[in-house]
């Protein structure tokens, strides 16, 4: 990770060539990434809280909420389930890191509509016990 950059001719050197270009690991350097997309958003006020919208069912088929139902629905819930679901079948079973960590946070993401899901508090303290639990936090 180059934090100030490089030359594009030479990796080595910072972009004025005046000395080496400083880099650290992801360990020393932790990236963060954040899911946003926008393509389908609505914008509500506060007095529309919890707000229904018809489903909207996208790639993803496996939303718990959609196999038994056609009603309208919170769609932030369903938001939490596809973000936990994209990061369970696209980056849990592919990098290497602490396992039950990521198990607990797809769980809390993806699990059936009366766990702890739908309760971003509640999930994010079990994920939080779960990291401090094997020293990585």
């Given at each position: 990770m180059f934090r100030n950059g490089y030359h594009p001719l030479s990796i080595?050197?910072?972009?004025?060539?005046?000395?080496?270009?400083?880099h650290h690991t992801r360990t020393q350097l932790p990236s963060k990434y954040y899911l946003?997309?926008?393509g389908i958003s609505r914008r509500y006020t506060a007095d529309q809280r919890p707000?229904?919208?018809?489903?909207?069912?996208?790639?993803?088929?496996?939303v718990p909420e959609f196999q038994t139902s056609t009603e309208p629905r919170e769609p932030f819930?369903?938001?939490?389930?596809?973000?936990?679901?994209m990061i369970r079948e696209h980056f849990l079973d592919v990098c290497i890191f602490n396992r039950e960590i990521g198990f607990?946070?797809?769980f809390i993401l993806t699990g059936p509509p009366c766990s702890p899901r739908h309760s971003?508090?509640?999930?994010?303290?079990?994920?939080?016990?779960?990291h401090r639990r094997h020293g990585s936090g």
């Amino acid at each position: 990770m180059f934090r100030n950059g490089y030359h594009p001719l030479s990796i080595e050197d910072n972009y004025e060539l005046t000395d080496p270009a400083k880099h650290h690991t992801r360990t020393q350097l932790p990236s963060k990434y954040y899911l946003l997309y926008f393509g389908i958003s609505r914008r509500y006020t506060a007095d529309q809280r919890p707000p229904y919208e018809p489903q909207i069912r996208g790639e993803d088929k496996s939303v718990p909420e959609f196999q038994t139902s056609t009603e309208p629905r919170e769609p932030f819930p369903t938001d939490i389930y596809y973000a936990g679901n994209m990061i369970r079948e696209h980056f849990l079973d592919v990098c290497i890191f602490n396992r039950e960590i990521g198990f607990v946070l797809t769980f809390i993401l993806t699990g059936p509509p009366c766990s702890p899901r739908h309760s971003r508090t509640k999930g994010l303290r079990v994920y939080e016990a779960t990291h401090r639990r094997h020293g990585s936090g």
